[in-house]
Every structure is written in C-alpha cells, then in structure tokens.
C-alpha cells in the first residue's frame, strides 16, 4: 500500500503547478483524500481534501479560489492544482487517504490519524 506524491518544484510567484497523488495497492474508491502541507518551522496544514465517493470537496480558505483538487478513480490519482502561487504556499505537500471521517473533519484535523501518507513533494514559490 502506497501513495507517491509528484509534481512539486521550484516556480515564481503568480506561476502553477499540478501535484499528482498516485495509489497503488490499493484502489482509491469510497476514500476521502486529503491535501496536506507543511512549511519550515510551521505545523502541518490542511490544503484540500476530496471524497472520491461522491466528489465533494474541502478546501482551506487560504487556497479557495486558487486550488482545485479533483480525482481520477481510473487512474487511483488524485490531483491538486495549484494557480496563483503565492510564496506563503511554500512547503512539503502532502496526500493522505482514509476510509473513514469526512472532508472537513480530516482537513480542520491536519490529517492527524490518517491511515496512508505519501512523503511528500517539496513546493518552493520565490518572490
């Protein structure tokens, strides 16, 4: 069982990306997926989290109206696009996948109990 992050990178403010979240192992049906994300120094946040059972989102209002997560069950990926980047955004992203809670209540949790993590993609957005 494995989710693998990809996608981060080095960009300038204003610029986009699109992180993928990949799972293998196991398939990505009745999941809720989270976005998570962690900057030096910071705690680790919730981004975005999505239910691949029924679509419905969450977001944190940091990013709404800049990011959109969305899945592709066929694929078992789920994707975090990113516009607008801001150097606040820098930091470790994150996804986790769980079968049970919610959207919201992983996402105002950080993610904190979870059951699979990825390690991670680094995103660094400079001024």
């Known amino acids: 069982v494995q989710l693998v992050e990809s996608g981060g990178g080095l960009l300038q403010t204003g610029g986009s990306l699109r992180l993928s979240c990949a799972a293998s192992?196991?398939?990505?049906?009745?999941?809720?997926i989270g976005w998570f994300r962690q900057a030096p120094g910071k705690e680790r946040e919730g981004v975005a989290s999505i239910s691949t059972s029924d679509g419905s989102t969450d977001y944190a209002e940091s990013v709404k109206g800049r990011f959109t997560i969305s899945s592709d069950n066929a694929k078992n990926t789920v994707y975090l696009q990113m516009n607008s980047l801001k150097p606040e955004d820098t930091a470790v992203y994150y996804c986790a996948a769980d079968r049970g809670g919610g959207t919201w209540y992983w996402l105002r949790r950080a993610g904190n109990g979870m059951n699979y993590w990825g390690k991670g993609t680094l995103v660094t957005v400079s001024s």
């Open positions: 192992g196991f398939t990505l049906d009745d999941y809720v």
